[in-house]
C-alpha cells in the first residue's frame, strides 16, 4: 500500500453517486473506505476500485448509527494510516408525503440520515481530519434551497446539513468543509421519485420527475461524482463553508482538468 496515497471515506458507497465517486478515487490509486448497508453490492464496488489501481476497503453498516462512524474512523487509521477526507454522501429522500399526512417516525428517520449521519462522521473524524488538514464533503441537494413537494423531510435536512456545514467550517478552520448540490442524476433515487411521487405529489410536481427521465435530463453519476471527488482531494480554505453546485464552473473546470473525462 502506498502511504502517500489519499485515504478517504465515501459513504453511501454501494451505488450511484457515492460508488461513482469511489469508482473516480481508484482511478487516481486513492485508498477507498466504502461505507452503506450492503455488504454484497460493496464488494463489487471495491474490486472495481481495485481493479483500477486502488485500495479499498468497506464498512457494512447504517450511518444514522454513531458507532458506525467511529467504527469507520478507527478500521480507516487502521488499514492506512490516516483519514484525509470524508465524502458525507448517504442519503434518502422517503418519506414522500404532504406534511399534514406524513409518518413522525419516517420524518425523523429521513433526518437521523440524511444530517444526523454526516454529523456523526464529521465528529468522529475530525481528530485525523486536524492531523492531515482534511476535507468534508457534504453532498446536499438542490432540495436544500428549492421545495419538493411531499419531500419536507429531505428538504429540512438537506437545508440543515448546509447550515451545519457553515458551522463546521467556522469551528474548524484547521480542516475545509463543504456541501455541494450533485445536479439532478440518474440513480436508485430517481427512480422512488418517479415511481412514489404520483401517489403523494401534486400532479405537476410528480410529472417534472417522470419527464426528466424522459427528456433524457439526468446527469449520469459520474459527472457530479468527479466534482465531488475533487473537492475531496482540493477544495481550498477559502471555499469552507461554501453550498457549492457541482457544474460551478471554477469546480468543473478544475475537476475536469485535473480528472479528465470518465473512459471506464
Ligand atoms: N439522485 C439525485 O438526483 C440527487 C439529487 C440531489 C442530491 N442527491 C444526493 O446524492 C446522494 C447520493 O444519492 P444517490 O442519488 O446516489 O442515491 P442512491 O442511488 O439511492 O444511493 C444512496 C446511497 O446511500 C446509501 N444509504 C442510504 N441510507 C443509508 C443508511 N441509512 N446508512 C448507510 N448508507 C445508506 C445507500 O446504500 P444502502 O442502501 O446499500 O445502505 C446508497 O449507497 C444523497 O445524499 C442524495 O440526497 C441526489
Not at 162 to 167: A, D, I, K, P
Request: charged share 25%; glycine share 8%.
Amino acid at each position: 500500500m502506498d502511504r502517500r496515497a489519499p485515504a478517504v471515506i465515501v459513504t453511501g458507497a454501494s451505488r450511484g453517486i457515492g460508488a461513482a465517486a469511489a469508482r473516480w478515487l481508484g482511478k487516481i490509486g486513492a485508498c477507498v473506505v466504502l461505507v452503506s448497508r450492503s455488504a454484497e453490492r460493496m464488494e463489487e464496488v471495491k474490486s472495481e476500485v481495485k481493479r483500477l489501481g486502488g485500495a479499498a476497503l468497506s464498512v457494512t453498516g447504517d450511518v444514522a448509527d454513531p458507532e458506525v462512524s467511529t467504527r469507520t474512523i478507527e478500521e480507516t487509521v487502521r488499514a492506512f494510516g490516516r483519514v484525509d477526507a470524508v465524502i458525507n454522501n448517504a442519503g434518502m429522500v422517503e418519506p414522500l408525503a404532504m406534511v399534514a399526512v406524513a409518518d413522525p417516525l419516517e420524518w425523523r428517520r429521513c433526518v437521523e440520515v440524511n444530517l444526523m449521519g454526516p454529523f456523526f462522521m464529521a465528529r468522529a473524524a475530525l481528530p485525523e481530519l486536524r492531523r492531515t488538514q482534511g476535507r468534508i464533503v457534504n453532498v446536499s441537494s438542490g432540495a436544500a434551497t428549492h421545495s419538493i413537494l411531499a419531500a419536507s423531510a429531505y428538504c429540512a435536512a438537506k437545508a440543515g446539513l448546509n447550515h451545519f456545514t457553515r458551522v463546521l467550517a467556522e469551528e474548524e478552520p484547521s480542516i475545509v468543509a463543504v456541501a455541494v448540490r450533485p445536479g439532478v442524476v440518474d440513480t436508485a433515487m430517481q427512480v422512488v421519485l418517479r415511481e412514489k411521487g404520483p401517489e403523494s405529489m401534486p400532479g405537476d410536481h410528480a410529472e417534472y420527475y417522470v419527464n426528466l427521465k424522459r427528456d433524457g435530463r439526468l446527469e449520469p453519476p459520474h459527472q457530479p461524482a468527479r466534482s465531488i471527488v475533487w473537492l475531496a482531494l482540493h477544495a481550498p480554505p477559502s471555499w469552507s463553508g461554501a453550498f457549492l453546485s457541482f457544474d460551478d464552473p471554477p469546480l468543473l473546470e478544475e475537476a475536469v482538468r485535473e480528472l479528465g473525462e470518465w473512459s471506464v
